[in-house]
């Protein structure tokens, strides 16, 4: 005769409580037992969820999306590598970078026993010898870096021309072409040949349309900066060693009434102002003039205050470095 295999509800006998199961504290017998995990007697997939959770807990003690030592020295591996291949060397990174990277993309807590991240570093650099990336190249519209101009950002070595011109090209892209940076052979041009030296270097730039004019100043081994803004018709002279050179200033004030002249901007042909300014951030060595410069014109394009001091340098110089290397200057 067939059997009736489905289940028939018996009431408990009087005075005895039904038997309970708890299925946390038998979740072995169940395992072995899916019989007893029918639906509508156990919650199924809730049960087989709080079980692999709870193996993996009990397996090593850390929740089931946490990765291991070992996986985190492979992520902190990966980044460096990429790292590496995206700028050429090792001289912008710092512990920093490598710590953000894996606060955006590791699940674990990084203060986990035995993780040491500046000895992973030192170990991925000490198996490439620190050599940088042969014919490492940066590429930027007319602009070409190579690892040596880069290099020059690299501890308290003097920035080069190549450097300070495709920062500026960066400046100008940042802010929509309403500033104009010159290249910073245009004053060593304007002093050796006059205006007519020049004067097709804005053959196809209206500079008077611009808000604010920012022209490197390269004498002999020290880099200075004179601004110009339009709107005011004043020139700007800043140092970061308090020096002025004034015959600079005088310098491009000429030049510009020339190019009024030429331009035929009647109320630019007059009427400009020289100011020195004072207060600003100074150097404290003999090496950083040039990125002092490059951070006085990044700050005044975009309309920041100058609140940066000689203990920056070292950071500024490796955002400088990627900023080039990127293209683009970061946030």
């Known amino acids: 005769m067939p059997t009736d295999q489905s289940q028939v509800s018996t009431p408990c006998p009087p005075n005895q409580e039904p038997i309970m199961v708890c299925k946390m504290q038998h979740h072995c017998a169940l395992i072995d037992h899916r019989l007893y995990c029918r639906p509508g007697t156990w919650e199924e ?38 790292f590496y291949m995206k700028y050429g060397s090792f001289i912008p990174l710092s512990e920093t970078d490598v710590l953000e990277y894996l606060k955006k993309n590791c699940n674990s807590d990084l203060s986990i026993k035995g993780l040491d991240i500046k000895g992973a570093i030192t170990r991925y650099r000490a198996g490439l010898a620190s050599v940088p990336i042969a014919g490492f190249m940066v590429m930027y519209n007319k602009h070409t870096l190579s690892l040596e101009d880069l290099a020059t950002l690299e501890e308290q070595n003097w920035l080069n021309d190549q450097i300070i011109n495709m920062y500026g090209e960066l400046i100008m892209e940042a802010t929509q072409q309403k500033v104009h940076y010159f290249n910073s052979f245009f004053h060593k041009q304007l002093v050796a040949k006059g205006y007519e030296g020049v004067r097709r270097w804005t053959k196809k730039v209206d500079l008077f349309s611009k808000w604010l004019l920012l022209i490197p100043i390269h004498l002999e081994i020290h880099w200075s900066l004179v601004t110009v803004t339009m709107a005011t018709k004043t020139i700007s002279y800043y140092d970061s060693q308090g020096i002025v050179f004034r015959h600079t200033t005088d310098n491009i004030m000429k030049y510009l009434q020339s190019e009024a002249r030429e331009k035929k901007q009647t109320a630019f042909q007059k009427g400009w102002k020289i100011t020195i300014i004072k207060g600003i951030p100074q150097q404290k060595n003999d090496s950083d003039c040039g990125v002092f410069v490059l951070e006085y014109c990044r700050c005044l394009s975009v309309k920041q205050p100058l609140l940066f001091s000689q203990e920056d340098m070292p950071r500024i110089r490796n955002r400088i470095y990627k900023e080039l290397c990127d293209c683009r200057l970061n946030d």
Do not use: V, W, Y
């Open 45 to 82: 997939e809730e049960m087989d969820e709080r079980l692999a959770k709870e193996q993996s807990e009990e397996s090593d003690g850390r929740p089931q999306n946490e990765e291991s030592l070992e996986q985190i020295t492979d992520m902190i591996q990966d980044f460096l590598e990429s």
